[in-house]
């Protein structure tokens, strides 16, 4: 615990980051004097260091790219396992575990050990590696990594321990499971095949044991070529030579036949007492066409052969459809007898496993299900009903149904807000389902003892928005809402209207949710914004709509002496703010279009609709098209409910909304909100000559331009020709570029950006070179070559500013695959626009960044590396001056608006791109009915605060160092029957500055962070009491101030990777983890912190990872996580009776170790393998140790399983002993009943 004092006195001259409100620099804020300041500031901080660690604790949500399956029909637990190296262990409802390979190689084959709790995993480099799953977090205890063969298959008898292993060349080799080193006994592919065979079988596709001997092994090769290999007899017991390629085979349980799928769509079964032909050939699928020729299939990639007791054997298999119809679904088919069923998938089968009732492959199999792994769904068949029903997934495999385009976390959530939400969305889950219970139901989960309520919210693409209750590290899906419904549906266009349609206009950009009052916000990526209220009721109501104009003035070719004299932009306030359908069109607005004027981008539906019970759809603000320019999109929003207000900003200006009376209240650039405060000192823009009036930017002089430039240069900038600067702008495009616009990089969470004429979207690695935005260049390297406009279509499309992308592919976050280019330095972007441009497809520019024309171009790699290792800096230079300052994040709070306030009011702290924080003070009536009818008042007090680069997030503390949260309204169902005896009335929390603040006097601190730096600064006298520059080489992408052990710190996230956490309100570093490198944007994209000490990303396109850093939940996570192990008696193998046993064949006497092991088979060549011991936890070391305490724990181990069957078997005597005694008693009883009667009285 430290305590920290600062004497307040003299602060604002010496601090580091003291305000910028002197006169210099114009500031309207009043005189300090009249406002409380205390003395000294104390605080006493309780986190320390010793309070963080980071860990990963759980992944949701389907496995990216699997590629192999595997069950365990004892301990019924799944694995799944990917192209990326990792692999998901599933059991019962939060029986969830995630492994990862280091190599990062895919996962070609799974094979349990089968309730021995261990599973082997087969990898694409030629890597066998052996986990142990007795442990809630597995880890390797082996790996043998083969040198000179590639792996191809791999099987594993039940309770052996010797693995067949066969490769690429079409040798079989074997792996003791125990010591993981191979044997000497190898099964070469010239002496499995004849020796008067001229070509080679190809690799080794299948490798099982006979269920009839498990001395007989069936080695399938890839040309057709099939061997039973007696193991024994070191010899082949039979050849088969088929003229179709070979994809799998199946076994009978008797071990007398097997079945092959081929890869001309047929199935061909095989009898072993005539083995020249198949007695059986079928296509399943194929059809006799009018010539008698069979039509050609696909090939049938897995069959599997299942018997039954009371019904004919089941034959699944995937694939085998004729290839006469294009665009068919992938199917997998069931025969049962005569009946064949084709389950149609909705993406591409992976693999299928039937789930059988034993272990045993020479009994009756009895399948009860088949998993069937998609390429993005796993669903499970019930085979014990006639329409073969699918079981309801317990999972969340599903996230990604739509493509995930943001997230948002919320721990510590009201405890009635899970069960409201869940009963909601149980009235529109889906039917049809198997009544039978989940098949997979291994492990075992319960609850621990501290969990609270947590919620997690994704946006998709398609408009919708899905609660998560995320409590307890498990993932459940509560409610569904659909944005869309909102909205008349687009009407299909034509011609080039059709090339600018949105392909996803609902697609949600960012959410705003107060779970307390249940007020829910979306943005949406047609500038639109969706408020929504919750209702148990359902209702008969109509949306009402808000259009706004906040766009800034697009100008038409602008010659050197236009640009010298006149602003390129006009002030998106200039225009008063009107309601729905009322905004006149400007003169001269007309365009090519004709009608793109003062409309949105999509259509609210205006007439009564029925909602049913749930979040119901209240008011819809959308931004309006401007001279044939789409709207900015949204980059901050923020709702208050117990102020009635929301406020937006983009990156032209900032609107505030009194969602109570439906009624805009604020509309204005980024300028206006300055007054006489500018830092920049930018002059009001004069009237432009035959326009319409405007104000904005001025081009400052020639001296004001070197000086501010030189002052505004950052450590990383790089330095330009002084001409280029000066030089006359021949050339329309780069004109047309120099309107950039400082998007938000916290809230943009769409991808590839579609721009007209271009039908398709961008591909995912956005490769920089091939980068266009909206006709226009965006890659640094294809600016050195100039562009000329071609035809008429050129001015316009040249006109259009970047960042302004108003059709594009919604693709999401999650759609994210990008190999990110990394500079010199530590990081792979060390600016923030460097990783903007990736970010949204748009040119950025900031301050100390300049696009060049032709005569001034670079080459391709000086383009590239000042492209990623500039920084942003905070101030403005001549090249600079058409550059937007985008309103970047918001916040409603009671704060004080200017220096001589005497106590808080409702504020809306404003955040820009510049590192500009604006106050704008507000009235709002406070009794009920005045707040209906009365108008709120808001007027900017210019007070300015300045930090490096984006601002990105706000939060208040009172003096004490405790959080003060936010005021709210209590939720109240607007649709209950009225009671006519209690009027219900609004109830707000912290509205006023008494409930807000102990002592009101004593001010409040602002935390203020931006990307660059974190500042906390004392309210009202605006003096800064401690700042911390975050980083130098890189630069913050989310940050937020979270609760964490009964006190607060402010966590980060950086662009290289690292999670810090700092105290509050010292600014202190208390963590600086480099947790993972930024490879692509979903990461940066769906990052988000919480209270309690956790946060979560989008670790892939279908997967949500949850992280923590704190150093209780990192203890405690083991009592939470799940046991994939549990001990269970292996099932006992049926009695096969005395004829089946002495004619069946005596497989029971087949010793594996006598055959396999060193003694008998030698040792296999150590160039072959390598042997890799496993870096595993302390229980994994105890069970792979070596040398003298390993072999003591292994036979203590096996001493105590001895002990443990004798102990049955002497229980099993003793009943039988038991048994024989009664027998014995009944037996003699009977004989005194009938030892005195005649042979005809029995």
Known sequence: ?????????????????????????????????????????????????????????????????????????????????????????????????????????????????????????????????????????????????????????????????????????????????????????????????????????????????????????????????????????????????????????????????????????????????????????????????????????????????????????????????????????????????????????????????????????????????????????????????????????????????????????????????????????????????????????????????????????????????????????????????????????????????????????????????????????????????????????????????????????????????????????????????????????????????????????????????????????????????????????????????????????????????????????????????????????????????????????????????????????????????????NEPRIHPEPVASLRASHCSPVFYLLDNVKGPGRKLSLPTDLKTDLDHVNGHCTSPTSQAKPRVPMGPEGPRLTRRGPGRPPFRKAQSAACMEVSLPVSHTEVGYASRRAMLQQFHGVTMYSHDEHPTSAPYCWSERESRENSFSRSRSSSVCSIDRDTKEAVTTLQFGESYGRKGDAMPTPCLWVGTSLGVVLLIPMSIPTDQEERMDEPVTIGPSGTVLMLKGSVLRFSFLDCTGALIQSPHEVWRDPNAPEDPERPRRRKLVNFSPSSSQDNCGEGHLAVVCSEKQAKVVLMPSQSCLFVHNITESSFVLRADVVSLCSSVCLACFCANGHVMTLSLPSLRPLMDVNYLPLTDMRIARTFCFTNGGQALYLSSPTEIQRITYSQEMCDNLQEMLGELFTPIETPEAQNRGFLKGFFGGNSHNFDREELFGEASAGKASRSLAQHIPGQVGMEGMKVAASGVMGDLARARVALDERGQRLGELEDRTALMMTSAETFSKHAHELMLKCKDKKWYQL
């Open 1 to 725: 615990m430290k305590k920290f004092r600062k004497v307040l006195d003299g602060l604002t001259t010496s601090s580091p980051g003291g305000t910028i409100g002197s006169p210099s620099s114009g500031s309207a804020a009043g005189t300090p004097t009249s406002a409380p300041t205390p003395k000294e500031i104390d605080v006493q901080e309780t986190l320390v260091s010793e309070n963080f660690q980071l860990c990963k604790t759980v992944r949701h949500g389907f496995p990216y790219q699997p590629t192999a399956l595997a069950f365990d029909p004892v301990q019924k637990i799944l694995a799944v396992g990917s192209r990326t190296g990792g692999i998901r262990i599933l059991g019962r409802p939060g029986v969830d575990c995630y492994c990862q390979h280091e190599s990062g190689a895919a996962v070609l084959q799974l094979q349990f050990l089968i309730n021995e709790g261990a599973l082997v995993t087969a990898c694409a480099d030629d890597t066998l590696h052996l986990w142990n799953l007795r442990q809630r977090r597995p880890a390797v205890l082996h790996s043998l990594k083969f040198n000179r063969e590639r792996i191809t298959f791999c099987h594993l008898p039940f309770m052996s321990k010797w693995l067949y292993v066969g490769t690429e060349r079409g040798n079989t080799h074997i792996v003791n499971i125990e010591s993981f080193v191979l044997s000497g006994y190898v099964i070469m592919w010239n002496k499995a095949i004849e020796l008067a065979t001229k070509t080679h079988p190809g690799p080794v596709v299948h490798l099982s044991d006979s269920p009839k001997d498990e001395g007989k092994l069936l080695i399938g090769f890839e040309s057709g070529t099939i061997v039973q290999w007696d193991l024994r007899g070191k010899k082949a017991d039979f050849r088969i030579y088929y003229d179709e390629a070979i994809h799998s085979v199946s076994w009978h349980h008797e071990g007398k036949q097997f079945m092959c799928s081929h890869s001309d769509g047929s199935l061909s079964m095989w009898n072993l007492r005539n083995t020249t032909k198949p007695f059986q050939v079928t296509f399943p699928h194929g059809k006799i066409q009018k010539d008698g020729r069979k039509e050609s299939c696909k090939p049938i990639l897995k069959v599997e052969f299942k018997t039954s007791r009371n019904s004919e054997p089941f034959v699944i298999f995937s694939g085998g459809l004729s290839y006469d119809k294009a665009g068919r679904r992938p199917t997998l088919t069931i025969m049962h007898g005569k009946a064949i069923t084709v389950l149609e998938m909705d993406h591409p089968i992976v693999e299928f496993m039937a789930l059988c009732e034993t272990p045993y492959n020479n009994e009756v199999q009895e399948p009860y299900a088949v998993v069937v792994l998609l390429e993005k769904d796993l669903i499970v068949v019930d085979l014990t009903q006639s329409n073969f029903p699918v079981f309801e997934n317990p999972y969340p495999m599903d996230i990604h149904e739509s493509p995930v385009t943001c997230t948002a976390y919320f721990a510590d959530c009201p405890p009635d807000i899970i069960p409201i939400l869940y009963s909601m969305g149980a009235k529109h889950k889906k039917t049809g389902y198997s009544h039978k219970e989940w098949p997979v139901a291994g492990g075992l989960w319960t609850l621990g003892s501290n969990t609270y309520p947590e919620i997690i919210l994704t946006g998709h693409a398609d408009g919708s928005i899905k609660f998560w209750d995320a409590s307890a590290i498990t993932l459940q899906m509560l409610y569904k809402l659909k944005t869309s419904k909102a909205f008349e549906k687009p009407k299909p266009a034509e011609g080039r209207a059709a090339e600018m349609v949105e392909e996803d206009p609902f697609a949600v950009q960012m959410v705003s949710w107060c779970p307390h009052s249940r007020i829910f916000c979306v943005v949406g990526i047609s500038a639109h914004i969706i408020l929504y209220r919750f209702s148990k009721y359902e209702a008969n109501a109509q949306i009402v709509s808000l259009e706004v104009r906040l766009q800034c003035e697009t100008e038409d070719m602008v010659t050197p002496s236009e640009s010298e004299n006149h602003p390129c932009f006009s002030e998106a306030g200039s225009r008063s703010p009107q309601a729905h359908h009322q905004h006149p069109a400007s003169p001269g607005s007309a365009t090519p279009e004709g009608n793109r004027d003062s409309v949105p981008c999509i259509k609210v539906k205006d007439r009564m609709v029925r909602v049913p019970p749930g979040y119901q759809a209240e008011l819809v603000i959308q931004l309006l098209w401007a001279d044939g320019e789409p709207p900015q999109q949204i980059t901050s929003l923020d709702i208050n409910s117990a102020y009635g207000l929301l406020a937006l900003g983009n990156c032209n200006g900032l609107a505030v909304v009194d969602y109570l009376q439906k009624t805009i209240l604020l509309c204005a650039s980024t300028l206006d909100l300055y007054g006489a405060a500018d830092p920049y000192q930018r002059l009001t823009r004069s009237p432009r000559r035959n326009r319409q009036s405007t104000s904005g930017l001025t081009e400052l002089s020639d001296n004001q331009q070197s000086v501010d430039m030189e002052r505004s240069k950052s450590p990383t900038s790089v330095h330009y020709p002084t001409s280029l600067h």
